[in-house]
């Protein structure tokens, strides 16, 4: 990927899995009722605090919280930025 951002400190840069479409048993969701993806795909890490370094990598797939982060568009692409501490798990 060849992104020209790089987060600082302990932030890292996340793209959210794409929003359900249909539901198990097959019902479509419209675009207004569809939830905000809490999953995502790690696509670049800051360098860390000097006590506290990052546990991310780059393409480690994680959950955090439904409001966690600043929404980011780059090169059409969005993008959530936020601290490492706002990441729930590695999945």
């Known amino acids: 990927?060849?992104?020209n951002i790089?987060?600082?400190a302990d932030r890292v840069l996340v793209e959210p899995a794409p929003a359900e479409t249909k539901t198990?048993?097959?019902l479509i969701i419209p675009d207004n009722a569809k939830?905000?993806?809490q999953k995502g795909t790690v696509v670049a890490?800051?360098?860390?605090k000097v006590d506290e370094p990052l546990t991310v990598?780059?393409?480690d797939t994680v959950l955090y919280g439904k409001y966690a982060g600043t929404d980011l568009k780059l090169d059409g692409t969005d993008y959530l930025i936020m601290r490492e501490a706002d990441i729930?798990?590695?999945i």
Do not use: D, F, Y
């Open 1 to 3: 990927m060849g992104l």
């Open 6 to 8: 790089k987060p600082l």
């Open 24 to 26: 198990a048993s097959g």
């Open 35 to 37: 939830e905000k993806p």
């Open 45 to 48: 890490v800051g360098s860390g």
């Open 57 to 59: 990598k780059v393409g």
């Open 88 to 90: 729930l798990a590695i």
